[in-house]
């Protein structure tokens, strides 16, 4: 939320510590999204790496995906995979789609994986 305005401006002090706490939230929520490695995404664009996501990749985001699968622990057998396995194809896909936790991959599912299922 740019500063355009001049909070020494408005005359109402109850304006004035309400648009201070709406700035504080605003700043959290930049720095959540940031974490998640979603800050730089527009709302409806797809990653720019999309199309390179391997067929394997894209099962393994389906099970990341998949609230049924809460555990890591769960998924990789499903795929028959060894962990380190599941690990190096878990790994590339976050890099392509520009994620660092499972919540950014599970966002970006919901946005473009369902739609686009089983590749691009």
């Known amino acids: 939320m740019p500063r355009s305005h001049s909070l020494h401006r408005i ?10 706490k709406i700035e504080k939230y605003y700043q959290r929520l ?9 800050a730089h995404l527009p709302a409806e664009e797809p ?7 391997t067929p ?3 099962e393994v985001w389906r099970h990341i995906a998949d609230p049924k699968d809460e555990k890591y622990e769960v998924i990789y057998p499903d795929l ?3 962990k380190r396995n599941f690990d190096k194809h878990k790994g590339s896909l976050f890099n392509k789609l520009g994620v660092h936790k499972r919540s950014g991959a ?9 739609r686009l299922q089983g590749g691009v």
């Open 47 to 53: 990653p720019a790496r999309l199309h390179e996501v």
């Open 30 to 38: 930049e720095a959540l999204l940031a974490a998640e490695g979603l």
């Open 56 to 58: 394997t990749e894209w």
């Open 80 to 82: 028959h995979m060894t």
């Open 106 to 114: 599970v966002r970006l599912w919901e946005l473009f994986g369902k």
């Open 11 to 20: 005359a109402n002090p109850a304006v004035r510590r309400l648009l201070r």
